[in-house]
T-cell receptor, first 118, second 110 residues
Framework: GAVVSQHPSWVICKSGTSVKIECRSL??????MFWYRQFPKQSLMLMAT?????????EQGVEKDKFLINHASLTLSTLTVTSAHPEDSSFYIC??????????????FGPGTRLTVL | DAKTTQPNSMESNEEEPVHLPCNHS???????IHWYRQLPSQGPEYVIH???SNVNNRMASLAIAEDRKSSTLILHRATLRDAAVYYC???????????FGAGTILRVKS
């Protein structure tokens, strides 16, 4: 199957700083990327959907000014957590799909990024 | 997206088959049934998907009820590496989002 990578795999930062997480599709073009967040012992929660070259669509309750998403190319999307606070500590997972494929196609997930805000 | 219902947890013995059920009574005609699994501290991994007919791949089998209101993921011989949270998710062919429910925690005993 196709590969989605994330960088970094884990990050520790001080409260008030901003953190950028990269998500790359390695062997396919991801016209659409998704960002999820997962707290301990909970399921994945979809944060936003981004299409290449356009603004992201955020799910209800997700602050777009706090979680900045950029999807400037068909293989790269970034999530920036601005002014991070301890409550933003979580496991962030990206996912990607080539929505130009007219037949059914899978959605592939990255390995996740563990963010700890001190 | 239509909702799915799964048991919170299940337990299996190693080397035995496991049947993981999923109810989706509000499924629409264009919804595909997807199964993903997530090992601890990893991203979800695709397992299998289907629309109407039963499906087999190297990881598992998917049995879909005739009325499509339920489905069962079958792991033919559970191993310790199959211990994970298994998610049953519906999505139509054109729909973008995969919305995760609580999933089923599968524990495999040696």
């Amino acid at each position: 199957g196709a590969v989605v990578s994330q960088h970094p795999s884990w990050v520790i930062c001080k409260s008030g700083t901003s953190v950028k997480i990269e998500c790359r599709s390695l062997d396919f073009q991801a016209t659409t990327m998704f960002w999820y967040r997962q707290f301990p012992k909970q399921s994945l929660m979809l944060m936003a959907t981004s299409n290449e070259g356009s603004k992201a669509t955020y799910e209800q309750g997700v602050e777009k000014d706090k979680f900045l998403i950029n999807h400037a190319s068909l293989t790269l999307s970034t999530l920036t957590v601005t002014s991070a606070h301890p409550e933003d500590s979580s496991f962030y997972i990206c996912s990607a799909r080539d929505t130009r494929v007219t037949s059914y196609n899978e959605q592939f997930f990255g390995p996740g990024t563990r963010l700890t805000v001190l | 997206d239509a909702k799915t219902t799964q048991p919170n947890s299940m337990e299996s013995n190693e080397e035995e088959p496991v049947h993981l059920p999923c109810n989706h009574s509000t499924i629409s005609g264009t919804d595909y049934i997807h199964w993903y699994r997530q090992l601890p501290s990893q991203g979800p991994e695709y397992v299998i998907h289907g629309l109407t007919s039963n499906v087999n791949n190297r990881m598992a089998s998917l049995a879909i009820a005739e009325d499509r209101k339920s489905s069962t993921l079958i792991l033919h011989r559970a191993t310790l590496r199959d211990a994970a949270v298994y998610y049953c998710i519906l999505r139509d062919a054109e729909g973008n989002k995969l919305v995760f429910g609580a999933g089923t925690i599968l524990r495999v005993k040696s």
